[in-house]
């Protein structure tokens, strides 16, 4: 009678060995999930913030040579008070494609490619991922939200200053097969 409850005793500890590796092991992919994700927020967020600069650097420079032609405030923002450089939605395209191989670079495998185009006052934006899906397209979005709306003010903020008129910014997220899995439309 022993031996049974002993068995019974053996078994059930067993058990319980095994469901603390498995949830160890759950808690431990879970963390490396997390530092993985504020490693990949920490590069987007340096990207943005570089891509940012140079447009503010080329603002201060542009609102200097209007400072000295006595244009006034052509080159601030009326909202924030910063200096924005003018541009019209092709130059807008012209900067978001010359950033299109970092972009590539630095999202390794996970972008095929980034091409801005212009129709009107609207530049839309595609970037192409063979790997992305809707729920890695709204994870992307989620996590990335505030970077991709801070860029998309900063274009339509240029493009306002530049006189065009319904300036629109349209970031399209598409699989390899082109079709559209994410559209993101930001309007002044």
Known sequence: MNSRQNK??????????????????????????????????????????????SIKTEASSSSAVASSSSTGSAGTAPSTGQAVAAKTPEQVAEKMNSYAATIKAKAGAYVDSAVATVSGSTVTYTIKSSNLNSLTANALVAANGDSIQSLADQALTSMSESGTENPKVVINLTNGSGNIVKSLTYTK
């Open 8 to 53: 019974t005793k053996k078994k059930s500890h067993v058990m319980r060995k095994v469901l603390i590796t498995i949830v160890s092991i759950i808690v431990l992919l879970a963390v490396v999930a997390g530092v993985g994700l504020m490693i990949e927020r920490n590069i987007v967020k340096n990207e943005t913030d570089k891509l940012v600069q």
